[in-house]
């Protein structure tokens, strides 16, 4: 958590730059992923301090700048860190909108180099993402033979059964000791789960923030 007692004792430990900045990796906190890089200078740190948002300095326009000012996209900062150097920050973020000025999670989305299962991996780490916008294409193109094209055709109700219908299987797993029947059920459960989020214009960020508030408040 931020401490709001930060002072110039924070600040005069910092190594600034010849130009008077110092990078900022920019961390999602409720999944870790990291999110953007950017520069700040001393009155940048110090706003973000003041406002609990993420103010930067721009090379090119040579200008403070506030991430969502404009796309609304902004990032409530949860806690500053910098490295043994004292030449770099890690700021850990509720990330409120994509981070990415073209629409993407994370403004690290393009792939130089996969080695082995990395990109399996990777994934896997998107997969509740790629579902979901699969399901949100789902909803506006709404193609013959789809199942999803069902459920939203079929309505709010229709979704609610089949939530508590795969409820109910997973119990049912569980009760009978079944590790394959539970991840099986689950998968499922998680499906619907999103096609609902769809149906409400809720992403899947909006829960991730809603957990990480509440362990932050140490209810978990």
Known sequence: MINDNVGEDFLSNLKFDHKGLIPAVIQDVSTGKVLMLAYMNQEALQRTLKTKRTWFYSRSRQKLWNK??????????????????????????????????????????????????SKEIGTKENIVEELYKVIQGRFKERPEGSYTTYLFNEGQDKILKKIGEEAAEIIIGSKNHS??????????????????LVYHDIKPYEILNELAKRRLKGNK
Do not use: W
């Open 68 to 117: 969502g000012e404009t796309s609304g996209n902004y990032q409530e900062v949860v806690q500053i860190s910098y490295d043994c150097d004292a030449d770099a920050l890690l700021i850990k973020v509720k990330q409120h909108g994509p981070a990415c000025h073209t629409g993407k999670y994370s403004c690290f989305h393009n792939i130089a180099l996969e080695r082995g299962d």
């Open 179 to 196: 590790r394959e029947e539970v991840i099986y059920e689950m998968g499922d459960l998680l499906y619907h789960s999103l096609v609902l």
